[in-house]
């Protein structure tokens, strides 16, 4: 429960950063495997995904400085310092996608089998960023609960800040006048983990339906906003952009920026689900197939049949 792996002097290696660098790996081969075996060049999906992941993480910074200003508050500098954790998963969405749809308007790449075929890489992308969130102790931290389930913080995860007993809003923790505590708090960033890995399984699952392409990545987008809206989100120390509930005994908040976003989400991944017809083309399928060999002369097939 370190933030930092490996420290060589000045050099600082974290965990986060090598959770992130892992998922995009995981994130390139595992897409590029699944468009060879649908008949799409993996290079050039390669050179596009290169740059969605430089937009990626931007969007996914912007989101987050966004939606977790508190955060900032007293160093705004910070907000440039991506390794130490902090990313908006709807951001990342948004800033990675801009690059596929310029090359879809231009080059009339085939963005939907792209996005279907990212969808495993981004889930453990999701289970990976969360570990790296429980490693710095002080990303997506949870609230205060009574419930059995609440963990207490031991005090060697150094990097874990404490939380402000009274105090419903990360933000307002310098207003803090009682020592901060180390829990229980709602483990979050296991939570999220979870969730990440269940989508793995489901992504699995979409991709075997056979559907035509766009269908995986809208179903992500629903049952990623669902999920995290309320196995996640409701428990986590996040300012409540709508307050319509909270419960500081059990730690669960109603309702965040998060959670605000994702219903407009949700609405518009319905409605295309509805409307998503028809099986899986793939430039493999379709193609004439050519003969592996020399058609027999007929020659040579009456001497055979002589025989």
Known sequence: MDPILIEIGSLQIRWYGLFLVLAIFAS????????RSWGH?????????????????????????ITSP???????????????????????????????????YRYKIPVWAYLDAVVPGIAIGVALGRFG????????????????????????????????????????????ADALVRGPVHLTQIYGALLGV????????????????????????????????VFEEPFRLNPLWIKTYLNEQAGIGLFTATQIVSIPLIIVAVVLLMRWKGQR???????????????????????NKKR
Not at 41 to 65: K, L, S
Not at 204 to 209: M, N
Not at 286 to 297: M, N
């Open 28 to 35: 390139f081969e595992i897409a590029k495997r699944i468009l």
């Open 41 to 65: 060049d993996p290079d050039r999906f390669e050179q596009i995904a290169f740059w969605a992941v430089i937009w990626g993480v931007i969007g996914a910074r912007v989101g987050y400085v």
């Open 70 to 104: 508190g955060d900032f508050s007293a160093d705004p500098v910070s907000a440039l310092y991506i390794w130490q954790g902090g990313l908006s998963f709807h951001g990342a969405i948004i800033g990675g996608i801009l690059p596929f749809v310029y090359q879809y």
């Open 133 to 176: 969130n429980f490693m710095n102790g002080s990303d997506t931290v949870g609230r205060l609960t009574n419930w059995p389930i609440g963990f207490t913080w031991p005090n060697a995860a150094t990097g874990f800040p404490g939380v402000c007993p009274g105090i419903n809003d990360i933000s307002e923790w310098l207003l803090c």
């Open 198 to 229: 269940v989508l793995l399984g489901l992504s699995v699952f979409w991709l075997r339906q056979n559907r035509a392409h766009g269908y995986v990545f809208w179903q992500f987008v629903l049952w990623y906003s669902v999920l995290r809206s």
């Open 281 to 303: 083309e793939n430039p493999s399928s379709t193609a004439v197939p050519v003969p592996v060999g020399p058609a027999p002369r007929s020659g040579s097939a009456r001497q």
